[in-house]
């Protein structure tokens, strides 16, 4: 039923497809919130918006990188199922907090809490996937279609927004957040998740048993290693296009708009196309492929003289984002036990979203000390950097199955079978705390 060609071919999977609709209304929602809180913010605040929601964005992120881990710790021996409603209706009850809000530190205080529980919700959601699709195509397409879902919100969102707005208030955003968190509560409800119960482990091992395993997998050190060069051309994309269009061009809303879609389109077509990707080359190099699209695109950036020139560019750093973040989910996936995964999974949800939290400012400042050509170049040498630095740590030969000696342990334990040097697929655990030297 799963080999169906197409990219909705994974579609077929009843509890897949439930858990794909949960995300889509999830996403849509959480759109209508974005747009809905800048309105709040500019009633609030005026002309200090701008401050405060970059003040909103970095709280964000930073409940991300703390939360995520200690989130699984404190969750992960819990019925899946159960965790991810209730984290849905908090979510849903946090939203519905934020229209009588009246002073600024009331929107920190529930955005912290909201973004707690995302921290808390995501990478047991993403963690879910596999062990619903055993299949790595199915699995493939799974991840490609959670790229175009994200994509497809940042674009869908704002009209959505724009269609209600004709109807409601800018409160009346909230109730269709509400709304989408309810309905990915009641989407969840009906999906059965595998659980599997943990080995019990002290409460600092499980909150840095993520970290451990992330850590110490070259193909992991290699990932986020690009991951850091995606939160740089992404923070240019995000903090610097309205600068670009409006500041420098001297264009207007539509046009900032238009450039964001350029970006949001070259970033759908490749998650798309991904699985055909992936059928004729390896996650390593399609993710290098797309840190050189990123070098590529902030480099020709330097020298642009027209908006029109800025569109190709914009999508081509749309190419280049999706081909590293569509094949990390598999990454992860064959990085760790079943057991390990929602850890795993909220390690690089804390330590990718760290990247961005060093991003965001560091390019936010570049762009407004220098001049944009030179802030182009700072990026596109940074990337190369992560190219290389990526190519250095995760090594070209990437086997699952690895030969290894095993000194630490007694020659009749169970786990050699006789054998002190033997060979199977490895991964980070308690009897293998370290990647073996090649």
């Known amino acids: 039923m799963l080999g169906n060609a197409s990219l909705l071919g994974v579609l077929q999977h009843p509890a897949y497809r439930r858990l794909f609709a949960a995300q889509v209304v999830s996403l849509l929602g959480t759109g209508l919130a974005s747009v809905a809180l800048g309105l709040l913010v500019f009633e ?52 519905l907090a934020l229209p009588w809000v009246t002073e600024i530190w009331q929107i920190y205080l529930l955005i912290f809490l909201l973004q707690a529980a995302s921290a808390g919700f995501t990478p047991l959601f993403q963690a879910a996937i ?71 482990l002290p409460f600092q091992k499980r909150v840095t048993r993520g970290m451990q395993i992330y850590l110490a997998t070259p193909r992991l050190q290699g990932g986020l290693i690009l991951h850091g060069a995606v939160a740089a051309a992404g923070a240019m994309v995000f903090v610097n296009t309205v600068v670009l269009v409006q500041g420098h061009f001297g264009l207007n809303e539509r046009d900032t708009a238009l450039t964001l879609a350029a970006f949001g389109v070259g970033s759908m077509l490749v998650a798309v196309v991904s699985p055909k990707l992936l059928e004729r080359c390896s996650e390593r190099n399609l993710m290098l492929m797309g840190s050189l699209m990123l070098v590529i695109s902030l480099g020709m950036s330097t020298s642009i003289e027209k908006w029109s020139e800025l569109l190709p560019i914009w999508m081509v750093l749309g190419f280049g984002y999706s081909m590293i973040h569509v094949p990390m989910g598999r990454l992860l996936t064959r990085s760790a036990h079943t057991e390990d995964r929602p850890a795993l999974f909220a ?54 199955d ?37």
Not at 53 to 81: F, Q
Not at 174 to 181: I, L, Q, S
Not at 378 to 400: Q, T
């Open 44 to 95: 609030l605040g005026g002309a200090n918006a701008g401050v405060i929601l970059g003040t909103v964005l970095a709280i964000k992120i930073i409940a991300y990188v703390t939360i995520a881990p200690v989130a699984e710790a404190l969750l992960g021996n819990l019925p899946r199922r159960t965790v991810l409603v209730l984290l849905d209706l908090v979510r849903a009850g946090f939203v």
């Open 130 to 200: 596999p062990d619903l699709l055993k299949n790595e195509e199915a699995y493939t397409k799974a991840l490609s279609l959670s790229r175009l879902a994200c994509d497809l919100e940042t674009l869908l969102s704002p009209v959505l927004a724009l269609l209600l707005l004709a109807v409601v208030t800018w409160q009346g955003l909230y109730a269709g957040t509400f709304c989408g968190f309810l309905a990915s509560a009641a989407l969840v409800c009906t999906v059965n998740l595998p659980f599997s119960k943990k080995t019990p």
């Open 347 to 400: 390690a690089h949800f804390s330590l990718s979203h760290a990247c961005w939290l060093i991003a965001y400012p560091t390019v936010g400042w570049l762009g407004a000390n220098l001049e944009l050509s030179l802030t182009f170049g700072i990026l596109a040498l940074g990337c190369l950097l992560g190219f290389l630095l990526a190519c250095r740590a995760w090594p070209k030969i990437d086997p699952m």
């Open 402 to 438: 690895l030969e290894h000696r095993h000194d630490d342990l007694s020659s009749d334990h169970p786990h050699l079978s006789g054998k002190n040097v033997h060979f199977h697929p490895f991964v980070i655990d308690d009897l293998h705390p370290q990647w073996p030297k090649r």
